[in-house]
T-cell receptor, first 113, second 114 residues
């Protein structure tokens, strides 16, 4: 079965630094998502992306966050100036069309020190 | 707002035991409901889903029935295996304004011992 690929699997960074989390969605998918899970808490929706623009974003997704699909295959999440509370597992997901199941990557564990 | 509540873990069972993981939801309307599973080191995978009241989703011996009257979608399996050890997430699909997103519960970690 095709997979969503995320890199790196673990990222450690200093507070205030910029990080870019990378995802390669399944090739014929059109809808892309980022979710995150802070340890011990719920998996939370961050942002959805379709047709090269953000469809919806949560209140978590403030000006420090941005997403990009730079080359038609990668889908990135950038955090400009990381905070301690950004430490979480970040999941990328994609789907071919609305209402179909989401395919998730295995996640990037981000640790902000 | 729309939300999902699932039973706290961790849950530890012996092989061949009966499993129930409770999930209740709060939503306007009747959203589609899902169970996702995350095996160690892997991403979230769809386990089963139900799109309307009284639907039963099933897969790999797991079942869940969409109960509108109790706003529940409990996950059950009659005889668990060691390979079922994973984290299980209940979720609902929220559709609004032309976009959609999953709203997840906290997850329940299941460990099955031989």
């Amino acid at each position: 079965e095709p997979e969503v690929t995320q890199t790196p699997s673990h990222q450690v960074t200093q507070m205030g630094q910029e990080v870019i989390l990378r995802c390669v969605p399944i090739s014929n998918h059109l809808y892309f998502y980022w979710y995150r899970q802070i340890l011990g808490q719920k998996v939370e929706f961050l942002v959805s992306f379709y047709n090269n623009e953000i469809s919806e974003k949560s209140e978590i997704f403030d000006d420090q966050f941005s997403v990009e699909r730079p080359d038609g295959s990668n889908f990135t999440l950038k955090i400009r100036s990381t905070k301690l509370e950004d430490s979480a597992m970040y999941f990328c997901a994609s789907t071919r069309q609305g209402g179909e199941k989401l395919f998730f990557g295995s996640g990037t564990q981000l640790s902000v020190l | 707002g729309d939300s999902v509540t699932q039973m706290e873990g961790p849950v530890t069972l012996s092989e061949e035991a009966f499993l129930t993981i409770n999930c209740t939801y709060t939503a306007t309307g009747y959203p589609s409901l899902f169970w996702y599973v995350q095996y160690p080191g892997e991403g979230l995978q769809l386990l089963l889903k139900a799109t309307k009241a009284d639907d039963k989703g099933s897969n790999k011996g797991f079942e869940a029935t969409y109960r509108k009257e109790t706003t529940s979608f409990h996950l059950e399996k009659g005889s668990v295996q060691v390979s079922d050890s994973a984290v299980y997430f209940c979720a609902l699909l929220l559709i609004a304004g032309g976009s959609e997103k999953l709203v997840f519960g906290k997850g329940t970690k299941l460990t099955v011992n031989p």
